[in-house]
């Protein structure tokens, strides 16, 4: 059963940082493409940032210079590093393949102003 579990958000002053979590089980972590997507209310669902089994990166315009995604293969772990967060920066934070359809439950991002 495949599976993403997101952790780690929570609420922050703007400027702030914040580092988010992703456990992934049930598919073969090494060679996969994992993103991380954001959904903030009455908006789009859109991907933040993607990285692949080379960890090559590909950052959404808005966030590049202040977030960082990375993974950690062995231990099946992809992070999101979010730095000078701003308040549009608000959503509901996923992770998970572009190529599965699974969805975890998301972890709540707040940055207050």
């Known amino acids: 059963q495949v599976q993403f579990v997101e952790s780690g958000g929570g609420l922050v002053q703007a400027g702030g940082s914040l580092r988010l979590s992703c456990a992934a089980s049930?598919?073969?972590?090494?060679?996969?493409?994992i993103a991380w997507y954001r959904q903030a209310p009455g908006k789009e669902r859109e991907r933040v940032a993607l990285?692949?089994?080379?960890?090559?990166?590909v950052y959404l315009d808005s966030v590049k210079g202040r977030f960082a995604i990375s993974r950690d293969n062995d231990k099946n772990m992809v992070y999101l590093q979010m730095n000078s967060l701003k308040p549009e920066d608000t959503a509901v934070y996923y992770c998970k393949s572009p190529y599965l359809p699974y969805w975890g439950q998301g972890t709540q991002v707040t940055v207050s102003s």
């Open positions: 990285i692949d089994s080379s960890s090559k990166t």
């Open positions: 049930g598919i073969t972590f090494s060679i996969n493409v």
